[in-house]
DNA sequence: GACAATAACTGCATCGAGTGCAGAATTGCA
DNA sequence: TGCAATTCTGCACTCGATGCAGTTATTGTC
């Protein structure tokens, strides 16, 4: 890795630090980016060519949690039925929660309920790996689930998931406790699981 | 009603139709507010008073969805299953994409694969509505749903049902042809009826 | 170590969305 | 007709985001 990459790396985290520092201390909306770009030391127009825009800065390692899960899906026992493998890759997923102890999954969570530009993305962001995770499903059961059945599958999974938890959140509210979200998130695969199992 | 109201009501139509217009000519992002103020023959300014946004133009007749299929669960025949219950408010969803003769909902589709915006938008209201069709379901079996169960079935058939179609647009790709459109809903249903049936 | 090529950083000008404000225009009602 | 309540509108402004052009830093080569 070359120096220039390095410094990269190290702009980029500087950038989610401070966004993270003034997020916490003046909420999201009250926080510009010049604002931000000035406390990570650098021009304003630099900011954006880290991050796309103000939100993806918040979902900075998203795509880690991805690739995550994918490599669960990859690691399939030979005649492990469709429905296990769909549910490890989504625990490994939930599991990189503990990544609650970063601070910005803790605004994550904050400005989800308060944000709709956050909440927007955040859909948009699950969405998106929902149909990416259905791809690889469908491709580690050749012939015997065709992609829209996965699709389907997936759907129904984080869907269940993230239905139980909304109703779970909403209750939580103006908590941020990492412990407290953790747990709500593990009821709701729980939960979720059961109703699946039993319609 | 009295002449004010009808007024207003009068010019949102013709906000409504002027954005439509210029959507299907233009596209999206091509557009600008001003554009669309100027078609409608009001100010800019004025716009902004009846959308509070450029996308809520695009979602101007969403709520009355929601309330068709709140509608349908209170209709709940006597010992009907929850999940019967839920399946006839989805389906009351689904068949109002008859309105799919509207082309602001042919616009809806095209976008949702090509905006940003409009697919984060479009993700939040299904989300929010989700959650009060749970919200009701839950009221409808006190003493034998939950709230979080009700929020785990809800989400777990929307997102079988939205799982299974966003693969089939994917396929249908650059498509607005609304039959088709039509078609691959009721697929999706179905195949996220049987997904859902037989985990 | 000097040098050219390449990539990154930066300020500036600009555009569009969205908001607050204050005054003009319109409608409702007596 | 006259007055109060709404609504409309232009204006000024903030902020996010992009294009451009000039400067600075890094890299590989001689």
Redesign the pocket.
Known sequence: M???DR??VR?RQAIVEAATELFEKRGYDE????EIAAAAE?????F??YF????EVMFAESDARVVAAIKAIADRAPDEPPASVLLRALRTVGEDSDDMGSRMAALRVRFLRTVPAVRGRAAQIQFDAQREIARHLAAAYPGELTEVQAGALTGAFVGAVTGALAVLLDDLSEQDDPAAVQAAVREATDIALAVYLKP
Do not use: H, Q, Y
């Open positions: 070359s120096l220039r410094k990269r702009t926080t510009t980016v010049a650098i021009g304003t127009r630099t954006f060519s796309t825009s103000k939100e």
